[in-house]
């Protein structure tokens, strides 16, 4: 039998559906969030406690209200993205606290590191959004963060890990940024994360941040990172139904609150390993949970989260590349429209690495021109070409050849593709030396984006507000 990714039959998608709707009405989501749950009951929900009980009308209802997909605007009109359909988008590592030098030596995150990031995503040929969070220093302010990421880049941006009040500081900034509330409600300038706690359970500040940000007109990814066997069922199958009925409730919460906020579903969700009680972001079960994920997402006209360059391993090595490869190929492949942690991700989520950041680029160049369809057309299937060449001759001085030497193929910036004695003499580096040098080519060159002097000031005052 022919090896191929799994394809859900119509009849496991209904099933899945169905345990889905089941869990939602039956056994009901948590809500410890007072307002969401007087939310709730305005529109005639089940509510007892904190216990929110939805119907499978009540899901559908609220889900022909959610675009299937929007646009995010950028500082920079030319940068704006699209989200779902035939659109798919990647954006950098977020919400590390550490980060791993090129030595593999593991630090807390500095200011300088978070600025160097910015640098990268800026100057990124692949990178399609900014991040306020690509990694999170101790000693640094979720404001702060996002006020050096709207000088530093702009990219649309994805907003600081959600709280209620990180909502409202972006709502507050954002403003400042686009030329006021209005505006900024308009149409999103942000999408932010909204991570429900599994099983079943969306705290105050996730709830809280679904309220803010719908209200204020903003994205919301809405994903779950269930463990198989720990904060799920053992089952992939039972772990897909609590993520997608997380993804659901928090959606449905959205829809009540502004409906036509647009909303990205899916998740991270992957089996744990057991030996550690510790996620496995690497393995292949969390291929074959983007795989259900994104079949479900098509089934709910949902635009949809998954993949990015994961590993488990802790420096830019062989196992790193490995799974980061696997990772993000697979899943652009299965047609997720937005790729969370797509650049610079080490160990499980826990550090950043500004050489793995790079080499995540040119990982996600080469997906995405192998995913390209090929131009057949009656230019380039070159007959006349290959009437003048015959038998036994060369291509290389051809008209068509030179017409398209320097387009037609991908280039890499960092991998090597010398012959072993050029190499050599080229100084014979491994790939970590390659991308330890592009990243300060790349530092070197940055140039910050232009913003005007009274956003600039409008945005030092409001810190200064706010550290008071």
């Not at 939602?24 to 007087?38: P, Y």
């Not at 706690?197 to 990172?225: D, N, V």
């Not at 972001?281 to 983007?290: C, D, H, T, Y």
């Not at 990982?363 to 230019?379: M, N, S």
């Given at each position: ?7 859900l ?33 305005d ?72 600025e ?5 995503a ?11 969070s ?16 709207l ?45 429900p ?7 105050p ?87 259900i ?14 993949g990015?360059g ?63 369809p ?9 007959l ?46 491994d ?11 790349r ?7 232009h ?8 945005l ?7 550290r008071?």
């Amino acid at each position: 039998m022919l090896n191929r990714f799994h394809t859900l039959t119509s009849d496991q998608i209904e099933k899945l559906h169905t345990a889905c709707m089941e869990v939602l009405e039956n056994t009901g989501v948590l809500f410890e969030e007072e307002e969401a749950l007087e939310i709730f009951k305005d529109h005639d929900f089940e509510v007892e406690g904190k216990k929110v009980f939805i119907t499978e009308d009540q899901v559908m209802k609220a889900l022909s209200t959610t675009p299937s997909e929007f646009s995010i605007r950028a500082r920079n009109p030319e940068k704006e993205v699209r989200i779902g359909g035939d659109h798919f988008v990647l954006s950098p590592g977020w919400g590390a606290p550490f980060i791993t030098d090129a030595d593999g030596t593991q630090r807390s995150a500095t200011l300088g590191d978070f600025e160097n990031l910015c640098k990268l995503a800026q100057t990124s040929p692949y990178l399609d959004m900014s991040a306020s969070s690509m990694v999170s220093p101790v000693d640094l302010s979720t404001a702060e963060l996002l006020a050096t990421t709207l000088r530093l880049t702009d990219l649309p941006l994805t907003g600081n890990p959600c709280s209620r009040e990180n909502a409202v500081e972006l709502l507050e900034m954002a403003s400042i940024v686009w030329g006021g509330k209005e505006v900024v409600t308009q149409s999103p300038v942000a999408i932010v994360s909204i991570n429900p706690t599994s099983p079943l359970t969306y705290g105050p500040e996730a709830a809280g941040g679904i309220i803010e940000l719908a209200r204020g007109g903003q994205a919301l990814l809405i994903s779950s990172m269930v463990m198989a066997g720990l904060s799920g069922p053992i089952t992939l199958a039972g772990t897909a139904v609590i993520e997608m009925a997380e993804s659901l409730a928090g959606i449905v919460l959205a829809q009540l609150v502004r409906p036509g906020t647009p909303c990205v579903c899916g998740g991270t969700s992957c089996g744990a390993d057991l030996r550690y009680c510790s996620a496995a972001i690497g393995s292949p079960e969390l291929l074959k949970m983007m795989h259900i994920a994104t079949e479900m997402a098509r089934y709910y006209k949902l635009p949809c989260r998954y993949g990015g360059g994961l590993t488990d391993a802790h420096i830019p090595d062989t196992q790193a590349g490995m799974e980061s490869a696997l990772s993000m190929g697979l899943s652009l492949g299965a047609g997720v429209h937005y790729m969370h942690q797509a650049f610079g991700i080490l160990g499980g989520y826990t550090a950043m690495s500004l050489e793995k950041f790079v080499i995540d680029e040119e990982l996600a160049g080469t997906i995405k021109r192998a995913l390209e369809p090929v131009e057949v057309t009656d230019e380039t299937l070159c007959l006349d070409s290959i009437s003048r060449v015959g038998s036994g001759g060369s291509f290389l001085m051809e008209p068509m050849t030179a017409m398209r030497c320097r387009s037609e193929f991908f280039i890499p910036k960092i991998a090597c593709r010398l012959n072993h004695e050029k190499w050599k003499e080229a100084g014979g580096q491994d790939l970590m030396k390659m991308a330890e040098a592009h990243v300060q080519e790349r530092l070197a060159a940055y140039q910050k984006p232009h913003m005007d002097e009274a956003t600039e000031k409008a945005l030092t005052k409001y810190l200064e507000q706010k550290r008071a």
